[in-house]
C-alpha cells in the first residue's frame, strides 16, 4: 500500500465528510454484520513464519447516505485471530483480538435487477487492541502486538432488499495492514522482526 493511495483515499473520504456535514437530509441506516476471515502472514526474521489462517469478525455498524448512492460507512466490529508463531525450532500458538473502527467510502450502483445493487468499499479500519494470548517465553513481561493498528481495505458487495426499509447483503473483502503489528521493544529480543497480514472476508448482514 502505497503513499499515494493512502492519501487518495483519505482525501475522498474528506470530500465526503464534508458533503455530508453541508447536506442537512441525511439518511442514516443501521446495520449488523458477520465475517469468517482468511489470512496470509508476511515475516521477517531468521527462521520465522507465521500460520493460523481462520478467524472470525462481527458487530454493529451504520451507513450515513448523501447522493442517493453514496455513503459514509463506520462502527464498531470485533475482530479474533489465533495463530501458530515459528522461530526457529520452537512453535508458539498465539491469540488475539481488536475492536476495529472502520472508516470507509461506499458507491452503490443503480438497481440492475428488482430491488438489487452492487457496490464497491474502500477505506481505512483502525484497530484497538483488547486482548492478547502470548507464550510467557516470547513475550515475557511485555506484549507482542501494539496496542494499536491501521489497515486498508477495499471490496465489493451486492445487496437485496426485501422490505420497505431493510435489506440482506453478501460482501467479498480485502484487508491488510498499512504499518507493521509488532511492537518495537520486543524486536531486539526475538527473532522476528515483522509482521504484516492479508486478509480475505465474506461478511453476511442485514441493514435497516
Sequence with gaps: MNKKSIFLITFLITISINKIRANDEIEKRFGIKLSPTLSKYNTEGSGCSCKGPFGFEGG???????RNNHAINTGILVSMKRMELKMKNDSYKLSITYLNLP???????????IDTQLYLFTGVIGGLK???NTPEKIA??????KTFKIAY????????????????FLELGYKTHIF???ASDKKPDIPLK???SHTFLISIGIRF
Design 180 to 182: 507493521d503489528v509488532l
Design 103 to 113: 472508516l470507509l467510502l461506499k458507491l452503490h450502483s443503480n438497481e440492475f435487477w
Design 60 to 66: 454493529f455498524f451504520v451507513d450515513f447516505i448523501f
Design 194 to 196: 515483522n509482521l504484516y
Design 140 to 145: 515475557k513481561d511485555k506484549k507482542l502486538f
Design 130 to 132: 483488547l486482548s492478547e
Design 153 to 168: 481495505t477495499i471490496g465489493v458487495g451486492i445487496e437485496y432488499e426485501f422490505a420497505m426499509t431493510t435489506s440482506a
